[in-house]
């Protein structure tokens, strides 16, 4: 599968809305009519200078021309695809970029129909777990069938015995109605109980909107961005944001009380912000830089909600749920903004080139809050590498994802088992680089690292997750951890997939699933 998003159709519609001629847009652009009509059919792609000034010839944001929504449908159509649903009518991948250039409002209302059904499989699944395994569904489901039974038992009688004394017979009419009534009263406990749960939920889970939020701004918010940078000054005008600023400032201009408690207090998590009492908890044993950036979200979620509502206010967001997630997501970026300053970060970033422990190191980070910023570098004239990001649990559940490499992410499934993001499990707190190729002959530098949370002393649960963040080869020679990985050598690289059913390698020993049909079709046919 090519891929190249069929950002073609978004040009030329553009050019036909303000009246522009194909020749005086290539001649502006400086290319070729010929050349233009090919990138206006999705037979070229563009990028860097070209973009930039199509867009300007086009008077629109590059950022529209970033193919970003057409990369996103491209994506999650390939996934779709690939489900076993779709066996006996196949989808023919070649035929995507041209079904999206034609039809993205359809692809996507398509695409909205498949979410749903996979939410309908997983609250199946759920409901059959539940029916297995809670104790008052089982007793209620064991009542219903008993009732059932007792009501079957009393119609055969009247069924088969027409002469029955009328005294006996209205012993069994009270026992038909006593056993009715039981049977609906337990009927509805059980319909309550579910509605008490969460048995329920709608076709895009808040995970999906969110997701779909960070996806659809490029995981990139300038209005959050300038509420960190006119917040800092007045935080800490040397501009260091050590821990005890952020703490002075809660107490001083806030009046929130800080409290630090020993860990046996707090089961889980480490900290607790309590605003009724306005006050903050921290447990001894979390770590600086957990600690550090909690009194950030602290801070944020106090100053920048307005500029956080206003983000929401225009996103695409159905449930009180999925608003909730989106508003935490929002005061982790915010946070971030304010402790990793955009331009000075993008210059470090630079200089130590991408190193993640040398920017921990000038930042008192994690090493997933440093990757998380690495992704967020993309102002217009100002945009850091197009990085990936994926975290998952030892399980194997995608917990975190953004591509702004053009790596497709699963979305629906776990990924390809040769991927870093699981080989760093083998290694703990190790960097694991590694140097793959994909199906479709694109290349990628993955770089990976299993860590450990937790705050707590012995026998306490800690959490043990993988963050791997990743980018095209083409920008490999900027990031240092490509050094010594044979890059000049493609044969070198690691076969990978994106997931079983999506990758069309035979050879594969690790395969989990068979693939689809559509993973047969050759990749940018």
Known sequence: ??????????????????????????????????????????RRSIGGGLLMRIAEALDIQPHTLSGSEESRLLSDLSEAASDPVFRTTPIERSEFPSMIAAAPGMIAAFLSLYRAYR?????????????????????????????????RSVAEIFND??????????????????????????????FNFLERGDAGRPATSPAEEVDDLLNDNANYFPSLEDQAANMRPAIDPDGGLFLTDLINYLESHHKIRVERLPSEEFPTGGFEWDQKSKTVRFSRALPITSARFQAARTICSIEAIDAINGVLDKASISSDAGRHRATEALVSYCAAALLFPYEQFLADARTFRHDIELL??????????????????RRTGSEGIPFHLLRTDIAGNISKRFSASGLQLPRYGGACPRWAVHEAYLAPERVIPQFVRLPDTSEYLFVARALRTGAGGYGVPQS??????????????????????????????????????????????????????????????
């Open 119 to 151: 939410s309908g499989l997983d609250n199946v699944d759920a409901l059959s777990e539940r029916l297995s395994h809670d104790p008052f569904l089982t007793e209620a489901s064991h009542s219903i069938l008993t009732r059932i039974t007792s009501i």
């Open 1 to 42: 599968m090519t891929r190249q998003a069929p950002i073609g159709h978004r040009i030329r519609g553009r050019r036909k809305d303000i009246g522009m001629t194909q020749n005086a847009l290539a001649k502006t652009a400086g290319i070729s009519p010929s050349y233009l009509n090919l990138i206006e059919h999705n």
């Open 161 to 190: 015995y027409d002469d029955l004394p009328n005294e006996q017979r209205a012993r069994f009419n009270a026992t038909l109605v006593r056993e009715s009534q039981r049977l609906a009263e337990s009927a509805t406990e059980i």
């Open 464 to 525: 043990v997750y993988s963050v791997m963040i990743g980018c095209d080869t083409a920008f490999a020679h900027d990031v240092v951890y490509a050094d010594g990985l044979p890059l000049e050598r493609p044969d070198s690289a690691i076969p990978v997939g994106i997931s079983c059913r999506q990758c069309p390698r035979e050879d594969c020993r690790q395969r989990a699933y068979e693939m689809s049909d559509t993973a047969l079709v050759s990749p940018g046919a």
């Open 360 to 377: 921990q190191q000038r930042y008192a980070a994690s090493w997933e809050q440093i990757c998380h910023r690495l992704t967020t570098l």
